[in-house]
Nanobody, 119 residues
């Protein structure tokens, strides 16, 4: 399974960006999609997660970020509003897919897209 993340860029604080993730390959289902981020010198952290229509967010992005996915189209988005300088990081998309109906889910990662928020 290959993933392509896009939509990152440079934006002023208070602005918005919409990240996209598209995945392809040999699989029968996508069980969940998640966005992570990693700032310089920090550990990678979970930003948002969606599975079966249920979403979860880390506290610092609640009310500002919205995750969505269309598993039929193998596409997911992370809408980021009211961006803050501390949101600056490389954002990664991760999907959990099944290669067959009897196989366990496996996780696959995209290459990351840089988000830089200036003050």
């Amino acid at each position: 399974v290959q993933l392509q993340a896009s939509g990152g860029g440079l934006v002023q604080a208070g602005g918005s960006l919409r990240l996209s993730c598209v995945w392809s390959g040999s699989f029968v289902s996508t069980d969940s999609v998640a966005w992570y981020r990693q700032a310089p010198g920090k550990q990678r952290e979970l930003v948002a997660h969606i599975t079966g229509g249920s979403t979860q967010y880390r506290d610092s992005v609640k009310g500002r970020f919205t995750i969505s996915s269309d598993n039929a189209k193998n596409t997911a988005h992370l809408q980021m509003n009211s961006l803050k300088v501390e949101d600056t990081a490389v954002y990664y998309c991760k999907v959990n897919c099944r290669r067959s109906w009897t196989a366990p889910t496996q996780e696959y990662w995209g290459q990351g897209t840089q988000v830089t928020v200036s003050s």
